[in-house]
């Protein structure tokens, strides 16, 4: 079972690569991610020089990846499946969890193997750090590579 599990994360983990690779050239000018977080960050502050209730959202909303679809949600919900299947019956929840992480991750967490035990800690679920080291590998190879 584990086998397949890591062969589908595998597997969409490259769909993903593949799709990455054209997303980062579309939204940049530039080579890299650097310029796509910088691209991220300018469209986040928009929002924030607008009004005052844009601008609760824009700080809720600062550093969050976007919300992946097709391809990039599957990966995102192999990444956290392949930890322990029971987190992925609220696939939303999920993947809620999972850009929150990110944000810790780019944010410079002080212990980011901690805090993604805690955060995918739910429903019944309590995981490990040595877990949560899977789910922030995993997550820096989907939704948000380091930069």
């Known amino acids: 079972m584990r086998i397949r599990a890591t062969t589908a994360a595998i597997a969409a983990l490259l769909a993903v690569a593949v799709v990455g690779c054209g997303n980062d050239k579309d939204s940049d000018t530039g080579t890299g991610t650097s310029t796509s977080t910088s691209t991220s960050t300018v469209k986040s502050a928009a929002p924030k020089a607008s ?42 929840k999920a993947v809620d969890a999972a ?31 040595d877990d949560g ?8 190879r989907t939704l948000c590579p380091a930069s």
């Open 51 to 92: 009004s005052t209730a844009e601008e609760s959202v824009g700080a809720e909303n600062a550093g969050l990846p976007p919300e992946p679809t097709g391809t990039g949600r599957d990966a995102v919900l192999a990444v956290v499946r392949d930890v322990n299947g029971n987190l992925t019956h609220d696939e939303d």
């Open 133 to 140: 080291s899977h789910i922030n590998f995993g997550l820096r």
């Open 99 to 129: 850009r929150n992480q990110c944000a810790a991750l780019n944010g410079g967490a002080a212990n980011p193997d901690h805090s993604a035990a805690q955060r995918f800690s739910y429903d019944g679920v309590t995981l490990t750090d």
